[in-house]
């Protein structure tokens, strides 16, 4: 709900604890963030977010690096959907999402 990622949004210090992102290179090149550490019934957790997830994407815009993903912070506030793109298993999969 709108409510709730509002809620999870506007607190980021909170947000951040939840769970622990790393740098994940490919071919030498940074390609998204690793989810090495996520908290059981955290925001991350409730998206569908787990250990071992590899984020490249938020609505098709890539996340390399930190300012790519203040960018897509940035985007979540007012989005009434969104789209993460994530590599699991070292599978491309997408998560989709409507905020109501």
Request: a positive charge.
């Amino acid at each position: 709900s709108k409510a709730v990622l509002d809620h999870h949004l506007n607190n980021i210090p909170q947000l951040l604890k939840q769970a622990k992102a790393v740098p994940y290179t490919k071919d030498g090149q940074q390609a998204g963030f690793k989810v090495v550490e996520i908290d059981n019934g955290s925001f991350f957790n409730i998206l569908g977010l787990k250990r071992n997830d590899v984020i490249t994407a938020v609505n098709g815009v890539s996340i390399r690096n930190t300012k790519e993903a203040l960018h897509a912070y940035q985007v979540l506030k007012t989005a009434q959907a969104f789209q993460v793109d994530i590599l699991r298993d070292n599978r491309a999969v997408t998560l989709d999402y409507s905020i109501q």
